[in-house]
């Protein structure tokens, strides 16, 4: 199972936008539609491969070749935006909502505000 | 050329004098200081009678209200800001128009700062908090102001926008003003911490809005 790295990433779900803010690249990211119930449920406990086999059993687009969840995991541990828990997470499949689109998961990653987070104190958060 | 100076103010009139004064040391002078109470209830009004800064006073509105109303009274080709409890280095605006003038290109500069407290210096570094940046004016008519919704982090929205816009800034390897932490204040951390709600709020909705242009 896999959990959010904290304290270095901040991660917060405000109306239908989710933003993780990680605190040493200073890096921010926010998943598309099709990602964060992936996400939340990843981050609630579940499997990864229960994760994605729910995913596609509800409908999610997973890429040409189902990998896009995959690729979706290996870029979040990359950034270390989450990390392998040692206890045992929740048995079983997550219940998992329609997807909300046709695309793939995506996790977009926005440098712009690196500087500023990173150079002054004040955006230490 | 032409710079205004924007210097918003609530009960400030313990630092203000120190920080126009800073303004009115420059080696390049200014063409404007707006100097836009926001309200206050103190002996700020007087302070500025004697000073060659143009008075706005307005009811409490917040910062970025301020901000706003100063630089819709700006003419400068340039426009500054400084907070009332900051103050500028002699070289700031001379440092940083020049290296304007020298790179059309960008739309803001930035330098460094020091942070102290009483008289020690607690730290130093880059900054791009307001107090430090020199903008062109065409920036924020590009932009638009500060969002007056936000009572914190009103700057990271501001530069998120601009980022938004692909405007380039230029760092400038220079000291530039003075942040002045006053005693038994809350430190910046814990500020930050204490308002992380907001901000990423603030994130939430910028992201929302690149979304939907997107």
């Known amino acids: ?125 | 050329m032409s710079v205004s100076v924007i210097i918003p103010t609530y009960n400030s009139c313990l630092t203000l004098a120190r920080a126009v004064n800073s303004v009115l040391g420059q080696t390049l002078l200014p063409n404007k200081i707006i100097v836009v109470d926001d309200g206050s209830t103190d002996d700020t009004r007087t302070i500025l009678q004697k000073m060659p800064v143009q008075y706005i006073y307005q009811k409490n509105q917040g910062v970025s209200a301020a901000r706003n109303k100063g630089w819709s009274n700006a003419t400068g080709d340039y426009i500054a800001f400084l907070d009332a409890d900051d103050c500028w280095l002699p070289n700031k605006l001379m440092c940083q128009v020049a290296f304007m003038e020298k790179h059309p290109e960008i739309g803001f500069c930035y330098g460094k700062y020091k942070s102290m407290e009483a008289a020690t210096i607690r730290e130093e570094g880059f900054s791009l908090l307001l107090s430090g940046i020199l903008c062109r004016r065409a920036l924020v008519e590009t932009v638009g102001g500060f969002n007056e919704d936000l009572r914190n982090h009103e700057d990271t929205d501001w530069f998120m926008r601009i980022s938004d816009k692909g405007i380039k800034s230029g760092k400038i390897e220079q000291f530039l003003f003075v942040k002045h932490k006053q005693s038994g204040s809350l430190s910046n951390f814990k500020d930050a911490v204490l308002n992380k709600e907001e901000f990423l709020r603030m994130m939430a909705a910028n992201i929302k809005a690149r979304q939907k242009r997107n």
């Open chain 1, 1 to 125: 199972m896999y959990i959010l790295n904290e304290p270095t990433v901040m991660m917060a779900k405000i109306d239908d936008v989710a933003i993780f803010i990680q605190n040493e690249t200073f890096c921010y990211y926010s998943p598309n539609s099709t990602a964060m119930p992936l996400i939340e449920a990843l981050l609630a406990g579940y499997d990864a491969e229960e994760v994605r086999k729910a995913a596609l059993a509800v409908g999610y687009f997973l890429g040409e070749n189902n990998c896009a969840f995959e690729q979706l995991l290996e870029q979040m541990t990359a950034e270390k935006l989450i990390v392998a828990a040692e206890t045992k997470g929740k048995e079983g499949m997550p219940v998992l909502p329609p997807p909300a689109d046709k695309e793939e998961p995506v996790l977009f990653r926005y440098e712009d505000l690196q500087d500023m987070l990173a150079l002054d104190p004040i955006y230490e958060v």
